[in-house]
C-alpha cells in the first residue's frame, strides 16, 4: 500500500478476508470457545462490508480451504496470529486516510474496527491464552497451531494470489 488506489485497496482487503474468514468461521464453530472473545475479536464482516462497498461481493472470492479446530487451544493459536496484524491496523487507516479519504470514509470500517483497543484486546487474548496453556499438552496444541497458522499465513500473503506478484527473495 506504499502507492495505493482504490483496486489495489480492494485487493489488499480481499486477501486478507480470503485468509481471515475461513479461520474465524472456524473459530465461531469451536465449542468450549470463550464466546466472548469470539464476539470482540472477529472482523470479517467488516471486511465483507467493505469489499461490498468497493464493488465486490466477498462470497465471489476464493479463500483458503474451510477448516475446522480440534478443540478452543488450536483456535487460540490461530486468532492470535489473525489477531496480531489489528496491532498495525490503526497505522494503515490514517495513512490511507490522508490518500484515499472518499475510499476509506465509504470502506475503512475493518482497518477502525478495534481502533483505540487493539491492545486491550491483544491482552484478553494473551490472558485467556495463558489459562488455557496451564497443562503442557495444551501448550503445546496452542504453539502447534500458532506456528501452522503464520506458517500458512506467510504462503498465503507471499503467493500470487488476486494479482499479487510474488516478492523477490
Not at 26 to 45: F, G, I, M, P, S
Not at 129 to 141: F, G, H, K, V, W
Request: hydrophobic residues 45%; glycine residues 6%.
Amino acid at each position: 500500500m506504499e502507492r495505493p488506489t482504490v483496486e489495489r485497496y480492494r485487493r489488499y482487503l480481499t486477501q486478507i478476508y480470503c485468509f481471515e474468514a475461513p479461520v474465524e468461521a472456524a473459530c465461531a464453530a469451536t465449542e468450549q470457545l470463550d464466546r466472548e472473545l469470539v464476539r470482540t475479536h472477529l472482523k470479517t464482516h467488516y471486511l465483507a462490508a467493505d469489499l461490498e462497498a468497493l464493488g465486490l461481493a466477498a462470497r465471489s472470492v476464493a479463500a483458503i480451504p474451510q477448516m475446522s479446530f480440534d478443540g478452543p487451544e488450536e483456535a487460540l493459536g490461530w486468532l492470535w496470529v489473525v489477531h496480531r496484524n489489528t496491532l498495525v491496523h490503526g497505522l494503515v487507516r490514517r495513512h490511507l486516510e490522508t490518500l484515499l479519504p472518499d475510499t476509506m470514509r465509504d470502506a475503512g470500517a475493518y482497518l477502525a474496527a478495534v481502533e483505540g483497543r487493539a491492545g486491550a484486546l491483544m491482552g484478553q487474548l494473551g490472558r485467556l491464552l495463558d489459562a488455557a496453556a496451564n497443562r503442557i499438552a495444551s501448550c503445546e496444541r496452542i504453539v502447534a497451531a500458532a506456528k501452522h497458522a503464520f506458517r500458512l499465513q506467510h504462503q498465503w500473503y507471499d503467493c500470487e494470489l488476486i494479482g499479487y506478484p510474488r516478492r523477490a527473495a
